[in-house]
Structure formats: structure tokens, C-alpha cells
T-cell receptor
Framework: DQQVKQNSPSLSVQEGRISILNCDYTNSMFDYFLWYKKYPAEGPTFLISISSIKDKNEDGRFTVFLNKSAKHLSLHIVPSQPGDSAVYFCAASARNFGNEKLTFGTGTRLTIIP | DTAVSQTPKYLVTQMGNDKSIKCEQNLGHDTMYWYKQDSKKFLKIMFSYNNKELIINETVPNRFSPKSPDKAHLNLHINSLELGDSAVYFC?????????????FGPGTRLTVT
């Protein structure tokens, strides 16, 4: 049972345009959401996160939106740059008094076309 | 300065052998994790340790035994390796209790069992 889903395995975007990556979740206990970026042969790198008490969090070119009623979050990258080409993982966590764990989606491969 | 390091980066071995993967973090975090990324690129938690104490064990076969000599190290020992153990194994660390759940990952160890 996959509790975090990224339904688009790949996405191609022109350099300078906006990239929108989507993520859906099923577990209503999740209260914290994160996006990770992964280059080949490297570990996932933390990008941006959002608590369930917010609906938007922005950090430079990266913005994460959370729609709790739809159990949906998205990552917007604008403007997209060639170095953004990577696999992006959505992850979610539920408060569990020190037993927190991340549940990951299967990733979306983003390709930025120069 | 590598925050989370793993050795070795690549490991090729035969079925039935016993092998270990080492992980070290210099972030001062109190919690460390092992994740497995399988052939479908699905990243799933295996174990977590908080201050050398096992917190999460996600129904991993008991051929896998984590060992935490101190809170900066979490090693993974695998007995009687099987073909299905071939995967990329990621170590991660975090500081629990700060209200955020960011985990920081090592570069991964690609294990190939032949």
C-alpha cells in the first residue's frame, strides 16, 4: 500500500519556464512533507519542507504548496535551470514521539531542456 | 566536510556471503537510519536508531542486523546474502524533536549480489 504517490515518472520543461511536480498522499496522519532532489550516484538532498499547519512555503526559486483537503502537494521551480535536472522525491512524516520516519514517493525525473 | 558518509560505495559479492556497510555522520544528530532503494527506485526505511537505541525496525529479515557503537555511527551487517538483497542502501541522520523532520542522506552503497 503506497501512501505517497508521484504519478508522473518523468517531466520535461524548457529552461526558464516553471516546473511543477505533484505528489498525493493517503495517510491523514501525515503532518510534515518534504521534497528531496537526487542526482545519479548520490544520496537524496533535502530541498524544502512544509508543515501541515501551512499551505505554502517558499525558498528562493522553490515553492511548495499543500492542499490538505485534497491530500495533495506540489513543488514549483521557477525559473527552471539546467542544474535542476534530477529525480525529485516527495516524502511525508507523521509525529510519533521520536519514532518519526519518512515515507517516500517513487520519484519524478525532471529534465530541463536548454 | 562530508556530513553523512558511507563505505564502501560499491560492493559486489556472492550469494551466501556476509558483508557490512559502515555509516558515519558528523552533524551531531541523535538519530540515524538505514533505507533501501530497490530496482524500482522505491526508497523505503529499514531501521532507525536514536542515541544507540533501536527505534524502528520495518519487518526487515533478521539477516540484517544494524549496530550503533555510538550516536555518530550506524553500521549494517548482512548475513547469508541473497540475490534480492541487491539494491542501493542509504544511511541518513536527523535531529529529532526540533519540530521538523529533515533527514540528511549519505551517498549510498550499491550492493550487487551475484
Amino acid at each position: 500500500d503506497q501512501q505517497v504517490k508521484q504519478n508522473s515518472p518523468s517531466l520535461s520543461v524548457q529552461e526558464g519556464r516553471i516546473s511543477i511536480l505533484n505528489c498525493d498522499y493517503t495517510n491523514s496522519m501525515f503532518d510534515y512533507f518534504l521534497w528531496y532532489k537526487k542526482y545519479p550516484a548520490e544520496g537524496p538532498t533535502f530541498l524544502i519542507s512544509i508543515s501541515s499547519i501551512k499551505d505554502k512555503n517558499e525558498d528562493g526559486r522553490f515553492t511548495v504548496f499543500l492542499n490538505k483537503s485534497a491530500k495533495h502537494l506540489s513543488l514549483h521551480i521557477v525559473p527552471s535551470q539546467p542544474g535542476d535536472s534530477a529525480v525529485y522525491f516527495c516524502a511525508a512524516s507523521a509525529r510519533n514521539f521520536g519514532n518519526e520516519k519518512l515515507t517516500f514517493g517513487t520519484g519524478t525525473r525532471l529534465t530541463i531542456i536548454p | 566536510d562530508t556530513a553523512v558518509s558511507q563505505t564502501p560505495k560499491y560492493l559486489v559479492t556472492q550469494m551466501g556471503n556476509d558483508k557490512s556497510i559502515k555509516c558515519e555522520q558528523n552533524l551531531g544528530h541523535d538519530t540515524m537510519y538505514w533505507y533501501k532503494q530497490d530496482s524500482k527506485k522505491f526508497l523505503k526505511i529499514m531501521f532507525s536508531y536514536n542515541n544507540k537505541e533501536l527505534i524502528i525496525n520495518e519487518t526487515v529479515p533478521n539477516r540484517f542486523s544494524p549496530k550503533s557503537p555510538d550516536k555518530a555511527h550506524l553500521n549494517l551487517h548482512i548475513n547469508s546474502l541473497e540475490l534480492g538483497d541487491s539494491a542501493v542502501y542509504f544511511c541518513a541522520s536527523s535531529q529529532v524533536g526540533l519540530g521538523s523532520y529533515e533527514q540528511y542522506f549519505g551517498p549510498g552503497t550499491r550492493l550487487t549480489v551475484t
